[in-house]
Each structure stands twice: as C-alpha cells, then as structure tokens.
C-alpha cells in the first residue's frame, strides 16, 4: 500500500508562490497517476491538477496558467507550483495517487495524503 507525505503549505499573500511537495513511501508497484486536489471550507473537494506519463497534464481551468504539476519517478514525489495565489486558492491541499491503469479506468480514487493547509491572505 502507497503512503503520501505532503509538506509546502502555509499562509502567503495574494500573488505570492507556494510548492507543494508530496512524497510515496511504502509499497509501490507504480504511480500511474498522480494528482492535487483542494477542498475550501464549507466546499466540495475538487481537482486541481493530475499527471501521468500517459496522457501528461491536466488542470483545473480556474488555475491552469498559473499553478504547474510535475513529478520525479525517481524520487517518487510530486510537486505543485503555485504562483499568482488569489484568496479563493485558500483550501486544504490533498496529494493523490492513483497505482495502476486499471484503477484509473474504473475511477478508483487511490491512496490520499493528509493535507496541507494553503491560505491566501493580506
């Protein structure tokens, strides 16, 4: 079973940068997808970003241009670039990773992280 690490939150002004970092431990057969989702107070959780070798990147449309996803197979770890941060970015940053082709097709969520706090704020 994959275990997610995340770290890179905290609070920052509006048109600041942040990176999150979320990290794989255990055991891993593969990370076919990986992704960030948000959840604002009060609100469903959301996507915000996902990659895969396969099909590459996807984003929200609400941050694409300025939030970018990457990974690192060798590290096992993903990041989210976060520039440009407005106040409705302000959520709980969740690291998501989905192992197989399989589980992709059929929309099984996959292993979460625990969350990063992300608040945009004067």
């Known amino acids: 079973q994959v275990q997610l690490v995340e770290s890179g939150g905290g609070l920052v002004q509006p048109g600041g940068s942040l990176r999150l970092s979320c990290v794989a431990s255990?055991?891993?057969?593969?990370?076919?997808?990986m992704g960030w989702y948000r959840q604002a107070s009060g609100k469903q959780r959301e996507l915000v970003a996902t990659?895969?070798?396969?099909?590459?990147?996807n984003y929200a449309d609400s941050v694409r241009g300025r939030f970018t996803i990457s990974k690192d197979n060798a590290k096992d770890a993903m990041y989210l670039q976060m520039n440009s941060l407005k106040p409705e970015d302000t959520a709980v940053y969740y690291c998501?990773?989905?192992?197989?082709?399989?589980?992709?097709?059929?929309?099984?969520?996959?292993?979460w992280g625990q969350g990063t706090q992300v608040t945009v704020s004067s």
């Open positions: 998501n990773a989905v192992e197989t082709y399989n589980d992709y097709r059929y929309g099984r969520p996959g292993a």
């Open positions: 255990g055991s891993i057969r593969s990370l076919f997808l």
């Open positions: 990659i895969t070798s396969v099909y590459g990147t």
